[in-house]
């Protein structure tokens, strides 16, 4: 047995199902060990997609995936979609390939510091020195990915520490922590708040966000009178007709103030007050009423069903019946496509039990928030604003929950970060219906040349760095080149059409909104 046997040995030993993979020349002992049954292993086009996609897998199964990256330009590339798997506390191990250490002294040409890439995006960060201590290594990274919250693992993977003998190492034992008890004196403390009938905010996040807990929340809300809110990019929320549903922040800060500003007590679950995405001339960073006061009742590491639990108990709220979303009037879309007509074509198209990743930006941002009469469904938003995440995540949320069609929303310029995810889904024939809005531009970008200042309207050469026409992207040829058939829709009742059609099929299926 060689390192990479232990690695590979140890990974499914410690419950890792699923590498998602783009190897290289350092990488092909751990290659080889993947022939083993016990874990999956899928290609992905590019590292960017192994992330996002190792994210997806994590949001819906709650245990960790492994990618498998090619040296430091490897681990650079998936950069992006790891930071935004750190910011909705997904759980991930990175097993990243390094030259062996004889050859490293020579300075080779695709030498670089991977400790220094990695470390500032990961919680944990190795080197394994010898074939010996990979199984060790390789358990502790799955360990420390597996905590709650989720945390990013990165394992550096010496090519001689993976073709050496490993025969007599030891692989340690973890037993899984249970998640912390919140602090009874915060419990009590907020009780005294929710009693005192002033307007008051609880903002879920997180696995805060799932059924169980929302339905306590949800008894509090009706005990009490608080509103249950979301942020506006949440990680998972298990929403749609049935289910006790969250008002969600606005993203636009004028908007989210307005919304913000009779809450005299906000009160947090795994999450942290309203905060900007960004920094704007003349308008502050975070968008309560200055004296409304946040109050935690659960830490992002403690949980939120225990502390749920224990407010319900102390406000003796125990029989009370939560309220309910009711079901979406069923309304035939018509016509031209705009956020309303979109909603309605969404709330016919989204299959019960269906996964929506949501990166619609501006498409979007006003429909979803008329979603929440769909049928149950959950959604998953980009808490790291990284775009090119959505395309990745779906492919692994359907590798996740491969009974259930995905359902990806995106932009067309978030979608040309990652859409060599089509080819993947098309390989493992996934169910996936990726939804391209395409306005030719980064439109949101207009907006925002606006909100800092910079002035009432991009300028035409502004413009040649916002649109993405000339020439224009032909969304069904790409498609179709990965394998991924497509149909082009201009109205609400041809969206409405192909979202059902896409629905009936196993595999993926790509639409393209023409949005003028």
């Not at 047995?1 to 020349?25: H, Q, R, Y």
């Not at 007509?341 to 996964?355: F, K, M, R």
């Not at 498409?363 to 959604?379: F, K, N, Q, V, W």
Request: glycine share 8%; charged share 20%; aromatic share 6%.
């Amino acid at each position: 047995m060689n390192g990479a046997n232990a690695l590979v040995g140890t990974l499914a030993d410690t419950g890792i199902e699923v590498c998602f993979a783009n190897p290289g020349t350092s990488e092909m002992h751990f290659l080889a060990a993947l022939e083993t049954p016990r874990i999956k292993s899928v290609l992905c086009l590019f590292e960017g997609v192994c992330t996002g996609a190792a994210d997806g897998w994590y949001r819906m199964r709650d245990k960790p995936a492994c990618t498998l990256l090619h040296l430091g330009p490897g681990l650079a590339n998936g950069l992006a979609n790891i930071h935004n798997a750190r910011r909705a506390s997904s759980g991930m191990v990175n097993i990243v390939g390094e030259h062996s250490a004889s050859h490293l002294r020579h300075d080779p040409p695709l030498m670089s510091d991977i400790e220094g890439l990695g470390r500032p995006l990961s919680h944990w960060v190795r080197r394994a020195e010898s074939a010996q201590s990979i199984a060790w290594d390789t358990a502790t990274a799955v360990a420390k990915a597996s905590e709650h919250p989720g945390r990013i693992a990165t394992l550096i993977l010496p090519g001689d520490t993976a073709w050496q003998d490993a025969s007599g190492s030891v692989t340690p034992s973890f037993t899984a922590q249970p998640r912390k008890a919140p602090n009874a004196a915060r419990i009590e403390a907020v009780a005294n708040v929710l009693r005192s009938g002033e307007p008051t905010l609880m903002i879920l996040a997180n696995k805060a966000a799932r059924t169980a807990p929302l339905e306590l929340a949800g008894m509090v809300a009706a005990g009490t009178g608080c509103r249950l809110g979301s942020q506006f990019f949440t990680t998972r929320i298990e929403r749609g007709a049935g289910r006790v549903s969250l008002e969600r922040i606005p993203y636009a800060v004028p908007a989210a103030m307005a919304f913000l500003k009779d809450f005299k007590h906000i009160i947090t679950v795994e999450t942290r007050e309203p905060v900007a995405f960004f920094a704007y001339p003349d308008r502050p960073s975070l968008m309560k009423a200055p004296d409304a006061i946040v109050h935690t009742l659960v830490e992002p590491d403690e949980d939120s069903i225990l502390g749920l639990e224990m407010l319900v108990d102390a406000l003796g709220l125990g029989g009370t019946a939560p309220h309910l979303q009711s079901s979406a009037e069923r309304i035939a879309p018509s016509g031209k496509l705009d956020p309303i007509s979109i909603a309605h074509a969404l709330c016919a198209g989204i299959p019960e039990n269906a996964v929506v990743v949501d990166e619609s930006l501006t498409s979007g941002r006003e429909s979803m928030s008329y979603t929440l009469g769909a049928l149950p469904h959950d959604m998953i938003n980009n808490l790291g604003g990284s775009i090119g995440y959505s395309p990745p995540v779906a492919t692994g949320a359907a590798m996740a929950c491969p009974d259930r069609r995905t359902i990806c929303l995106v932009g067309d310029g978030s979608a040309m970060y990652t859409i060599q995810s089509l080819w993947t889904q098309a390989r493992e024939q996934l169910p996936v219906t990726t939804v391209v809005f395409a306005n030719n531009s980064y439109n949101i970008l207009k907006a925002e040349y606006s909100n800092m200042g910079a002035g009432p309207a991009p300028t035409e050469r502004a413009l040649t760095m916002i649109d993405i026409d000339r020439p224009t992207i032909d969304w069904l040829a790409m498609g179709k080149s990965m394998g991924v058939p497509g149909v082009r829709v201009e109205t609400a009742e041809d969206l409405a059409r192909a979202l059902l059609n896409a629905n009936g099929e196993a595999g993926p299926r790509l639409i393209e909104v023409k949005l003028y």
